[in-house]
């Protein structure tokens, strides 16, 4: 167990709604990082966040946003769902050591269908 | 920014055999190689990891291998079992940079 923990495991949402999947990272980690994984592909990066900002971006759109709290927990909010958001929402912990690699600690993810 | 490709998307052996999965990348400042696996409906963990002052890493069945004048790395699974039936992930990360890119995963079959 990598102690990073998601919910709701499982969910289903119609076209047009929003939805928020949470995230509580590993003990001590100070940096979380969202995935989206779509069947039968690798992890694709969303965004990072730090210290409650965000740090780092992928080629996803604004509907794709996050919050980070005080405690380092983190929100995933997708506006507008699309029947291609249908995924595994991964979330990552990890420090921000450089000399450590910056390991990341995936959860066990959020599976989101859109219908 | 960089780009991994990993090879083969399947792979399947028979039980007792070793198996092979290899990945390149092309930002030569990536220095962190992580290697992640994921059983089905599971997030991935990972499993082991290679800096790039190292050239070889083993840790009991398995084993990574780093070539950075090619760019390449490769997982090696000797002595393969059932439970090692999953999908394996490679990723790479620059110096500085706080983000791995994936591979696109090898699905790998060990039949018993």
């Known amino acids: 167990e990598t102690g990073v923990t998601q919910s709701p495991t499982h969910l289903i949402k119609t076209r047009g709604q929003q939805v928020t999947l949470r995230c509580s990272s590993q003990s001590g980690h100070n940096t979380v990082s969202w995935y989206q994984q779509a069947l039968g592909q690798g992890p694709q990066f969303i965004f990072q966040?730090?210290?409650?900002?965000?740090?780092g971006r992928g080629n996803f759109p604004p509907r794709f946003s996050g919050l980070q709290f005080p405690n380092y927990s983190s929100e995933l909010n997708v506006n507008a769902l699309e029947l291609d958001d249908s995924a595994l929402y991964l979330c990552?912990?990890?420090?921000?050591?450089?000399?450590?690699?910056?390991?990341?600690?995936f959860g066990e993810g959020s599976w989101l269908t859109v219908v | 920014g960089e780009n991994v490709e990993q090879h083969p998307s399947t792979l399947s052996v028979q039980e007792g055999d070793s198996a092979v999965i290899k990945c390149t990348y092309s930002?030569?400042?990536?220095?962190?190689f992580p290697w992640y696996k994921q059983e089905l409906g599971k997030g991935p963990q990972l499993i082991i990891d290679?800096?790039?002052?190292?050239g070889e890493k083993k840790d009991q069945r398995i084993a990574v291998t780093l070539n950075k004048t090619a760019k390449h790395f490769s997982l090696h699974i000797t002595e393969t079992q059932p439970e090692d039936s999953a999908v394996y992930f490679c990723a790479a990360k620059a110096g500085g940079s706080y983000i791995p890119t994936f591979g696109r995963g090898t699905s790998l079959i060990v039949h018993p």
């Open positions: 990552a912990s990890s420090t921000r050591q450089l000399s450590s690699g910056n390991t990341i600690y």
């Open positions: 930002d030569s400042a990536s220095n962190y």
């Open positions: 290679i800096r790039s002052n190292v």
């Open positions: 966040y730090y210290r409650e900002e965000e740090n």
